[in-house]
T-cell receptor, first 113, second 111 residues
Framework: DAGITQSPRHKVTETGTPVTLRCHQTENHRYMYWYRQDPGHGLRLIHYSYGVKDTDKGEVSDGYSVSRSKTEDFLLTLESATSSQTSVYFC????????????FGPGTRLTVL | EDKVVQSPLSLVVHEGDTVTLNCSYEVTNFRSLLWYKQEKKAPTFLFMLTSSGIEKKSGRLSSILDKKELFSILNITATQTGDSAIYLCAVTLDSWGKLQFGAGTQVVVTP
């Protein structure tokens, strides 16, 4: 257990609504990441953070924004959800800094109708 | 474009068999290669490899990296039904820790 929780764990929403997913860590790690997982694609990086208020885009950032106002929380927001954003979302932390193994939260299954 | 390719995409074996999974990569900057196991939940970390030719072992699992030929293999010996999972390979691309994942290999171990 890497001390990572995600909320909600499941969510069903409608196209066009805003959605915020939360990742919370208890171990004060600097690096946090958001991924989405879809069949046939493995995991793809959406956004990452290297400190409070320090964030950057990943491979599939269109339609997503993030915020990190506290070390322990990393929020992922879908400004206007689309059906193509139906996916499983995983948050990850890197315990020993960038370039080292990442540990994943339990995931959030999001369905956009 | 950075690319990580895993093969095979899926396989079915009998308990006791040995399994070899492949991961090849083409990336601009290589820092490390990681293997994860994913059952019906979050991926769990198995190995991180940074140097060629040095085998990492954990029980019945082992892995090795070839940085000249740009690939890694993950071996599972004496497979058990609990080894059934998706095995994911990822490459660390930069100092921020960004990972490029392969699509994964689905392993099914039958009794």
């Amino acid at each position: 257990d890497a001390g990572i929780t995600q909320s909600p764990r499941h969510k069903v929403t409608e196209t066009g609504t805003p959605v915020t997913l939360r990742c919370h860590q208890t171990e004060n790690h600097r690096y946090m990441y958001w991924y989405r997982q879809d069949p046939g694609h493995g995991l793809r990086l959406i956004h990452y953070s290297y400190g409070v208020k320090d964030t950057d885009k990943g491979e599939v950032s269109d339609g997503y924004s993030v915020s990190r106002s506290k070390t322990e929380d990393f929020l992922l927001t879908l400004e206007s959800a689309t059906s193509s954003q139906t996916s499983v979302y995983f948050c990850a932390i890197s315990r020993q800094g960038a370039g080292n193994e990442q540990f994943f939260g339990p995931g959030t299954r999001l369905t956009v109708l | 474009e950075d690319k990580v390719v895993q093969s095979p995409l899926s396989l079915v074996v009998h308990e006791g068999d040995t399994v070899t999974l492949n991961c090849s990569y083409e990336v601009t900057n290589f820092r490390s290669l990681l293997w994860y196991k994913q059952e019906k939940k979050a991926p769990t970390f198995l190995f991180m490899l940074t140097s060629s030719g040095i085998e990492k072992k954990s029980g019945r699992l082992s892995s090795i990296l070839d940085k000249k030929e740009l690939f890694s293999i993950l071996n599972i010996t004496a497979t058990q039904t609990g080894d059934s999972a998706i095995y994911l390979c990822a490459v660390t691309l930069d100092s921020w820790g960004k990972l490029q994942f392969g699509a994964g290999t689905q392993v099914v171990v039958t009794p």
